[in-house]
């Protein structure tokens, strides 16, 4: 009998959570003290998250998905403002194909489903969600947060955005090569939730449930 998404998620060891000290990593000056840092304090926390999750959603998008933690390898001088650990269905990259993320800025936490400007499939999804606008306005809660840059913190808030906004940002997505359009929920590094490892871990896959229909849009 295939196994449930709950029994999953249950790992040999229970995922720690997100610390306050995580967050200060992105406040250390100087790309090689914060990138040791990082390596150190974070990345082993993405690497977790990544194979924990990556077989629930495998199952829900009915592929194979693989983790992609970031290495920021090219980065020469300026130190990374956040880090993530990015599902895909390619083992080798994930920034050409329509995926989901797990990353922390210095003020927050965010999960997502995204579509960046290396993706050629951009024009495909936002022809797809035009075509359903209807459906994503009423199934997409209220909370989510909408962006269109990953390297800019924050975004607006889908119950703001509201049909015009969102219209708006997929006709860019369209239009604009170096367009992009992300969606999910931002966690504030002061909420409880981070700190409880398990209840972060059923929050993200929750997530993942919600804009599974944007990222079945994508193709």
């Given amino acids: 009998m295939a196994a449930t998404h709950e029994e999953q998620i249950k790992p040999a ?27 150190e304090r974070i990345r082993p926390k993405l690497f977790e998250l990544g194979d924990r999750l990556a077989p629930v959603l495998s199952e829900l998008c009915g592929e ?43 003020s927050h936490v965010f999960v997502q489903f995204a579509i960046i400007y290396e993706s050629d499939l951009k024009s495909v999804f936002a022809e797809h969600a035009l075509g359903q606008l209807d459906d994503i306005l009423a199934e997409i809660p209220a909370h989510y947060v909408w962006s269109g840059d990953h390297m800019v913190p924050g975004g607006d808030l889908h119950g703001d955005l509201g049909e015009e906004g969102l219209k708006a940002l997929l006709t860019r997505l369209k239009k604009v090569k170096a367009s992009e359009a992300l969606c999910g929920i931002i966690l504030d590094r ?18 993942f449930r919600t804009v599974l229909p944007l990222y079945k849009m994508s193709w």
């Fill in 13 to 39: 060891a229970p995922f720690a959570g997100f610390t306050q000290d995580d967050f200060d990593v992105f406040a250390v000056d100087g790309l090689e003290p914060r990138m040791s840092l990082l390596i």
């Fill in 190 to 207: 002061q909420d409880p939730l981070l700190a409880d490892g398990e209840a972060f871990v059923t929050k993200a896959v929750e997530t």
């Fill in 64 to 106: 194979t998905m693989y983790p992609h933690v970031a290495k920021h390898a090219r980065r020469t001088i300026n130190p990374p403002n956040d880090t993530w650990v990015a599902y895909a269905p390619n083992k080798r990259g994930y920034k050409a194909y329509p995926h989901f993320q797990i990353g922390l800025f210095g």
